[in-house]
């Protein structure tokens, strides 16, 4: 919590602002969400109504610092003045303290909030609630509550910015002829079209389909990536047609230029390592 501003010693002080950090799903942050959270929070003392003092009696005024809640030492130009060690700073002194609150004139109590998300909040992103921090002592202002938000990792998409980011299985044949494939987003499936040959890894983005701003002025994208799933389960008629697919493609160098490529690049590479051990015979 953060420290607010001081005010005479015996007189009403403000609140301390108190951090609360939360963690929420992705799916909070996309559309918006509300959540009761329970925090422990100081309030003054109900039985003493906040003074520390037991009923029939009230706080005494300091006798060291005279209720100013300072003193002074050192002398000449070493002047220095500092809290009040008797009164710790208060003014006034509790001679019978309250057993509710054994003196102090705070209870800390669980709190339930009603805490509204907004849409688009992100890790880090800090909202301020207005009066639900510490109670205020001998009536000063409550505090604030700063609730900082972090976004539990999701099974499907993954937020980058205001982007989000999804992985595509796509079977093989797909990839290889083309075809649609179904891209989920935040507002229901879109089709894909994929051109015959796209490869692992190609990317597409779906404009305005990621992440609501949080002034509200659109969204994100989305960005779709197709990864090409190899098959783990193989019936005898699939191995065949496979099998048939192997040996025709040994034909036609053209299928696997990637795979040519990297063949090539690599005897070049195995050549100069001969070239360099020949050089240094």
Do not use: W
């Given at each position: 919590?953060?420290?607010r501003?001081?005010?005479?010693?015996?007189?009403?002080?403000?609140?301390?602002?108190?951090?609360?950090?939360?963690?929420?799903?992705?799916?909070?942050?996309?559309?918006?969400?509300?959540?009761?959270?329970?925090?422990?929070?100081?309030?003054?003392?109900?039985?003493?109504?906040g003074?520390?003092?037991?009923?029939?009696?009230?706080?005494?005024?300091?006798?060291?610092?005279?209720?100013?809640?300072?003193?002074?030492?050192g002398?000449?130009?070493?002047?220095?003045?500092?809290?009040?060690?008797?009164?710790?700073?208060?003014?006034?002194?509790?001679?019978?303290?309250?057993?509710?609150?054994?003196?102090?004139?705070?209870i800390k109590?669980?709190?339930?909030?009603?805490?509204?998300?907004?849409?688009?909040?992100?890790?880090?992103?800090?909202?301020?609630?207005?009066?639900?921090?510490?109670?205020?002592?001998?009536?000063?202002?409550?505090?604030?509550?700063?609730?900082?938000?972090?976004?539990?990792?999701?099974?499907?998409?993954?937020?980058?910015?205001?982007?989000?980011?999804?992985?595509?299985?796509?079977?093989?044949?797909?990839?290889?002829l083309?075809?649609?494939?179904?891209?989920?987003?935040?507002?229901?499936?879109?089709?894909?079209?994929?051109?015959p040959?796209?490869?692992?890894?190609?990317?597409?983005?779906?404009?305005?389909?990621?992440?609501?701003?949080?002034?509200?002025?659109?969204?994100?994208?989305?960005?779709?990536?197709?990864?090409?799933?190899?098959?783990?389960?193989?019936?005898?008629?699939?191995?065949?047609?496979?099998?048939?697919?192997?040996?025709?493609?040994?034909?036609?160098?053209?299928?696997?230029?990637?795979?040519?490529?990297?063949?090539?690049?690599?005897?070049?590479?195995?050549?100069?390592?001969?070239?360099?051990?020949?050089?240094?015979?």
């Amino acid at each position: 919590g953060g420290r607010r501003a001081a005010h005479a010693p015996g007189g009403p002080q403000d609140g301390q602002d108190l951090r609360f950090d939360m963690e929420i799903d992705l799916e909070d942050s996309l559309f918006g969400a509300s959540k009761e959270i329970s925090i422990p929070i100081n309030h003054d003392c109900p039985v003493c109504k906040g003074t520390g003092a037991a009923a029939g009696t009230k706080p005494e005024t300091c006798k060291q610092c005279g209720g100013s809640g300072s003193v002074v030492t050192g002398g000449g130009f070493f002047r220095m003045q500092q809290p009040c060690p008797v009164c710790r700073g208060q003014g006034s002194v509790v001679r019978s303290p309250c057993k509710s609150c054994g003196g102090s004139g705070r209870i800390k109590e669980k709190t339930q909030i009603l805490l509204r998300i907004p849409k688009g909040v992100d890790t880090g992103t800090r909202v301020r609630v207005s009066g639900r921090g510490e109670g205020g002592m001998r009536g000063g202002t409550d505090g604030d509550l700063y609730v900082v938000f972090h976004i539990r990792e999701n099974a499907i998409f993954e937020r980058n910015g205001d982007d989000l980011i999804c992985d595509v299985p796509v079977a093989p044949d797909v990839a290889a002829l083309g075809g649609e494939v179904e891209v989920p987003t935040i507002d229901g499936f879109a089709k894909v079209k994929l051109s015959p040959g796209t490869p692992n890894g190609k990317s597409f983005r779906l404009r305005g389909k990621g992440c609501p701003l949080m002034n509200g002025r659109g969204s994100g994208d989305l960005i779709a990536r197709i990864s090409v799933e190899v098959p783990s389960h193989l019936s005898s008629s699939q191995k065949k047609a496979l099998e048939d697919f192997a040996m025709a493609s040994k034909t036609e160098a053209r299928s696997y230029p990637e795979a040519q490529r990297f063949s090539q690049k690599a005897a070049e590479f195995l050549t100069k390592r001969d070239k360099i051990r020949e050089t240094a015979k």
